[in-house]
């Protein structure tokens, strides 16, 4: 009976033994387990620290060299041409100097003017750098076309928020004979005192040929002077658009 209790004893004791040692291959299971994840933490830490170190360096970033406006048309040459009037031809001879001087020297533009055909041919060429040079050029003859003075137009070569809006008396109210050669005397005024009170409240700058009339300046200031003059041309009097006028400085005197 002694015998039999020993014996379950010592069964009971081996189990308990058997259960507390590990299988050999689980334990090879794990250790290649460990040193698999132990060689990812290792790769990851270098990666992040590649990582680190290409953050603080400083990288190169490639430089081009600015295509001219001939390279960037495909090595072809652009053309203007801008009609002159009859009775612009004149001071178009007096100040060709003036005009030409702007164009060449900072548009790097080739000019000349066609005396078959009464135009000014403008054409890019290779020392032209910037695209849009041919169109503030175009821009810049035209407004001198329309009436402008050089000290005026040349405005648009070096700003880019100048703009030319023209529109006739007749698109405001239809008059006919004296009625609309007063309307056009009433934007003008006595030695164009008008015209220039409109001009200097508003910063712009207005040119009256025939019925048709010619606004330069940025967007809300041309906005200002049209319709000052519309109320002229409407019939408004002359001391209340001065008084609106006066008070149009008075606030962009503040603005600015």
Not at 115 to 139: F, N, P, W
Not at 156 to 175: A, G, N, Q, W, Y
Not at 186 to 209: C, H, L, P, Y
């Amino acid at each position: 009976m002694l015998a039999d209790t020993q014996r379950t004893e010592t069964m009971e004791v081996d189990r308990e033994f058997s259960h507390d040692v590990a299988d050999p291959s689980t334990l090879t299971s794990r250790i290649i387990q460990s040193e698999s994840i132990q060689r990812e933490d290792q790769d990851n830490d270098s990666d992040d620290e590649m990582e680190h170190e290409t953050n603080n360096e400083p990288i190169d970033q490639p430089t081009f060299q600015k295509l001219t406006s001939q390279a960037a048309r495909g090595g072809k040459a652009e053309y203007r041409r801008i009609r002159c009037p009859a009775h612009r031809y004149t001071p178009l001879r007096e100040n060709w100097e003036q005009l030409l001087t702007p164009l060449v020297e900072y548009l790097k533009l080739q000019v000349r003017f066609n005396t078959r055909t009464r135009s000014v041919e403008m054409k890019t060429s290779k020392h032209t750098l910037d695209a849009s040079s041919l169109q503030k050029g175009a821009d810049f003859i035209s407004a001198f076309m329309l009436g402008f003075e050089p000290q005026d137009a040349v405005a648009l070569l070096r700003l880019d928020d100048l703009f030319i809006e023209s529109f006739k008396v007749t698109d405001v109210k239809i008059l006919r004979g004296d009625h609309l050669s007063r309307a056009i005397g009433r934007v003008a005024g006595q030695d164009g005192k008008t015209r220039f009170a409109i001009e200097n409240a508003t910063r712009t700058r207005i040119v009256i040929a025939d019925s048709r009339i010619h606004l330069l300046g940025s967007y809300g200031n041309i906005r200002l002077a049209r319709n000052a003059i519309c109320d002229l041309i409407l019939g408004a009097p002359p001391g209340k658009v001065y008084n609106n006028m006066r008070n149009v400085a008075k606030r962009m005197n503040e603005r600015y």
